[in-house]
C-alpha cells in the first residue's frame, strides 16, 4: 500500500506558476513510476504527465508540453509537477498517482495505476 498526499495547489493568475507536490509514504517509492492526472468539472479525468521509477524518463500531454515539468526526489519520496505559462483552461483538480507494473517508461493509462492521492485544486483565472 502507498499513501500519496498532494499539495501545492491554489488560485493564480494566467500566465503564473505553481508547483505540486505529491509525498508518498508506504512502500518503496522507487519502486513506482508516478503520474500526474488532472480533472476539470463535467469531463474525464485526463494524464498530464508522467516520470518513470528513477527520474530518467518523462512523458506528457500534449497540451502541457513545454509548461509543465515533472521531477522526483527518492530520498524525499516526493514527486513534483512544476506549472508555468499556467491556462484558464489548466484549471482543475490534480491527482498524483503511482504505477507498480511499468519499469522503464511512463504509463499514460489511468488503469495502469494502483495508487491515488486525493487531489489539490488548482484555479487559473483569467
Known amino acids: 500500500q502507498v499513501q500519496l498526499v498532494e499539495s501545492g495547489g491554489g488560485l493564480v493568475q494566467a500566465g503564473g506558476s505553481l508547483r505540486l507536490s505529491c509525498a508518498a509514504s508506504?512502500?518503496?517509492?522507487?519502486?513506482?513510476?508516478m503520474g500526474w492526472f488532472r480533472q476539470a468539472p463535467g469531463k474525464e479525468r485526463e494524464f498530464v504527465g508522467g516520470v518513470s521509477r528513477t527520474g530518467g524518463r518523462t512523458g506528457y500531454a500534449n497540451s502541457v508540453k513545454g509548461r509543465f515539468t515533472i521531477s522526483r526526489d527518492n530520498a524525499k519520496n516526493t514527486v513534483y509537477l512544476q506549472m508555468n505559462s499556467l491556462k484558464p483552461e489548466d484549471t482543475a483538480v490534480y491527482y498524483c498517482?503511482?504505477?507498480?507494473?511499468?519499469?522503464?517508461?511512463?504509463?499514460?493509462?489511468?488503469?495502469?495505476?494502483?495508487?491515488w492521492g486525493q487531489g489539490t485544486q488548482v484555479a487559473v483565472s483569467s
Open positions: 498517482a503511482a504505477d507498480r507494473h511499468t519499469s522503464f517508461f511512463v504509463s499514460t493509462l489511468i488503469n495502469e495505476y494502483d495508487y
Open positions: 508506504g512502500r518503496t517509492f522507487s519502486n513506482y513510476a
